[in-house]
């Protein structure tokens, strides 16, 4: 994994094209930039430079701890003169007279969260001297390859041109309202006032016919609808022939003439010539009375507005998309890896099985094999509780009784020179979690102590009452006194895959399990260490205020041939199992714990078996079945047509676990023992004497 890790992409393929700045780019001296020369950065960095050369919209990129500056062809026009000098330098540097305003929302961006402004204000200096300008931007964090933030991402558009345009507007529109009450008091309208403004305004008496119309809104209704209107005429009246058209008028100008005040988006247009979208403000018209005498709107086409906002959604979607990418195939190679260890150990031991071996050498292969299953069904859980895709069962756990009962378990996960010590707080609250992922954390953290102290040394467990204004918890620690970490590693030990144990030694997901169990639980977590002092893992567990349940009575299980001869021949098992290779090998199993067996490849098959009379005495079945009929499906069937039947099943798949769990159907998860097998069996099959 390392080797995969540090290896670095030489290519420059990311810097070709991008117009001007890519080209300056590619000739550009990076001696003094803090970014360095780009046959040194990262792939995450050279995934956004890429992407924004590309576009063509305006956007930006500062990373590392002094957040060195790049941006494409259409954000050098936003620059002004400080282009092409930005280029590679401090974001500081650059922006420092807008600093006050920006830095906020940077350090957010740095901490994690994405922020949006819209016609932000700022005062900027880009010509030689300070000028009022307006943006609407958003800020979104950019993680390395190890899914740190190492910087944020930019897309842009001023909007300065716009935000006067409507400032004058509205200057205009408080004018105009009041000029206007005065003006249709007496019937008269002020068309001077009216008509040398690009704003579309009409006014309108309760029988849609227009008071009022200006030149730019009577040009844009013959552009959209192919009709001129002129005061007087009824705008229902113009539009007779387009009923669709004519009712869209009509539904908006009703409630402004009912007297209704509001602001509304629409889309108006004929489809065959141009569709807009305009932003209409409506307003009732009222003589000096106060009576309502008719409406008056203003309107602005919105359609560029709008079309850039998608623009800049379609730009952040690119960027998460890139990034979700470059994570998946993080994800991808660490669980090959790991996987490709497994198979290497079982087809190695295979291959030795085939040749001559004395008894000490075939022990030693089976062992072998026997682990490698075990870490292949460790790996697939804690991927599983990683991904969110294992459900939790959270119950209320007596923790000193949990911890106590493990310590056999732990004794054989350790070797005999690492020493256990347990301390715990009398009176200890139980806590609320799922039962066996609080196994699994505290034995992946045991095992990482135990690695942390190859001499050997003490592992320590403590747990202690921990009452706040936040709630109750339980604090956990797990503490070694092995060599410690330093800070960068320490920063990265909850990632997935990070690992700094050998190849083969470690998958890297230990502690990522424990960190989804921690948040899925409601907790928390975290990590102290420096080199040289050890290392301590807490866990702050919630409290419960449930009694714990009672400790289970330990299960005496005899084996599989022992309870074979006590019962005498074990009965007759429907197999269903699509996969061959799994049916043939099932089959030896269940004849070799005394089982006669007959095989169906899918449910289906296994009830026209049952039609047929044959004497059955239960059923083994896999969930996950082809042919639209799952093993559970068969066992709602046979609870349907043969209710004294029973059903065991079996599943690898943890999503199919819940639903049969809660149906109450014996189950036996994959890879299973053969004597936990042969003791699923037994308890649903009535022995026949022999």
């Not at 974001?91 to 305003?101: G, H």
């Not at 609808?225 to 669709?244: A, K």
């Given at each position: ?555 005496q299980a005899a084996p599989a041939r022992e309870v074979w001869k006590q019962n005498g021949r074990r009965g007759h098992v429907l197999l269903v199992e699509d996969d061959k290779q799994v049916a043939a090998l099932t089959g030896e199993i269940l004849d070799s714990i005394g089982f006669e067996v007959t095989h169906a490849p899918s449910a289906g098959a296994a009830l026209d078996v049952l039609a047929r009379g044959l004497n059955i005495d239960v059923v083994f079945s896999d969930i996950m079945m082809p042919g639209g009929m ?61």
């Amino acid at each position: 994994m390392r080797e995969r890790l540090g290896t670095v992409n030489r290519t420059l393929d990311f810097l070709n094209g991008g117009g001007s700045v890519g080209a300056l780019m590619r000739a550009h001296d990076w001696s003094n930039s803090p970014l360095g020369s780009p046959e040194t950065w990262p792939q995450s960095l050279r995934s956004v430079v890429g992407l924004l050369l590309q576009s063509r919209f305006p956007m930006f990129v500062a990373w590392g701890k002094e957040l060195g500056f790049l941006y494409n062809d259409p954000y050098a026009e936003i620059l002004g003169a400080k282009h092409p000098r930005a280029l590679g330098i401090r974001f500081y540097d650059i922006w420092a007279e807008i600093w006050s305003d920006i830095s906020p929302l940077i350090d957010a961006a740095l901490a994690g969260e994405a922020s949006y402004r819209e016609d932000l204000p700022l005062v900027m200096n880009r010509r030689g001297f300070d000028e009022q300008t307006w943006f609407t931007f958003s800020y979104s964090p950019v993680r390395d390859e190890s899914g740190k933030i190492a910087g944020m991402f930019c897309a842009v558009a001023e909007t300065t041109g716009r935000v006067l345009a409507e400032r004058e507007l509205r200057d205009l529109n408080e004018t105009l309202e009041r000029r206007v009450a005065v003006a249709l008091a007496e019937r008269k309208i002020f068309a001077d006032l009216i008509e040398r403004t690009d704003t579309f305004v009409q006014v309108a008496d309760p029988d849609f016919r227009w008071l009022a119309i200006n030149k730019a809104s009577a040009d844009e209704f013959e552009r959209l609808f192919g009709v001129r209107p002129r005061v007087g005429d009824s705008m229902l009246d113009l539009l007779v022939d387009q009923p669709e058209h004519q009712a869209a008028v009509r539904a908006v100008w009703s409630r402004a003439l009912g007297g209704e005040e509001f602001t509304e988006i629409g889309e108006f247009g004929d489809p065959a010539r141009e569709r807009r979208v305009y932003e209409m403000k409506f307003n009732s018209l009222r003589d000096r009375e106060g009576n309502r005498i008719g409406a008056y709107q203003f309107v602005q086409d919105v359609t560029q507005r709008l079309h850039d906002q998608e623009r800049l959604r379609e730009a952040e979607d690119v960027m998460r998309q890139a990034q979700k990418m470059e994570s998946l195939g993080q994800l991808t190679g660490g669980v090959a890896h790991d996987f490709n260890n497994l198979l290497a150990v079982i087809s190695a031991g295979l291959q030795m099985l085939r040749r001559p071996a004395d008894a000490a050498r075939r022990q030693r292969i089976f062992d072998g094999m026997s682990h490698a299953v075990e870490r292949g069904a460790r790996l697939t859980r804690q991927l599983l509780a990683f991904s969110r895709r294992r459900p939790l069962n959270p119950e209320s756990v007596d923790l000193m009784r949990q911890i106590e009962a493990m310590r056999e378990m732990l004794s054989g996960s350790l070797r005999g020179d690492v020493n256990v010590e347990t301390v715990f707080d009398q009176g200890l609250w139980p806590v609320e979690v799922d039962a066996g992922e609080l196994e699994l954390t505290i034995l992946n953290l045991c095992v990482n102590a135990r690695d942390a102290m190859p001499e050997g040394g003490t592992v320590r467990i403590t747990a202690e009452n921990e009452p706040g204004a936040d709630g109750d918890f339980v604090r956990l620690a797990v503490s070694d006194t092995g060599a410690g970490m330093p800070p960068e590693v320490v920063a990265r030990v909850f990632e997935p895959f990070f690992t700094t144990k050998d190849v083969g030694k470690g998958s890297g997901l230990g502690l990522a399990q424990v960190y989804g169990f921690a948040n899925q639980s409601a907790g928390s977590v975290d990590i102290k260490s420096e080199p040289g002092h050890g290392t301590t893992v807490i866990l702050r567990l919630p409290r419960s205020w449930r009694p714990p349940a009672a400790a289970p009575e330990p299960i005496q299980a005899a084996p599989a041939r022992e309870v074979w001869k006590q019962n005498g021949r074990r009965g007759h098992v429907l197999l269903v199992e699509d996969d061959k290779q799994v049916a043939a090998l099932t089959g030896e199993i269940l004849d070799s714990i005394g089982f006669e067996v007959t095989h169906a490849p899918s449910a289906g098959a296994a009830l026209d078996v049952l039609a047929r009379g044959l004497n059955i005495d239960v059923v083994f079945s896999d969930i996950m079945m082809p042919g639209g009929m799952s093993g559970l499906d068969l066992v709602r069937e046979l609870r349907r047509t043969r209710p004294d039947l029973p059903v065991v099943l079996t599943t690898g798949y943890e999503g199919a676990a819940g639903p049969v769990e809660r149906e109450g159907v014996a189950l036996i998860r994959k890879p299973y023992e053969i004597e936990a097998l042969s003791i699923a069996l037994a308890a649903q099959v009535k022995p026949t004497q022999s």
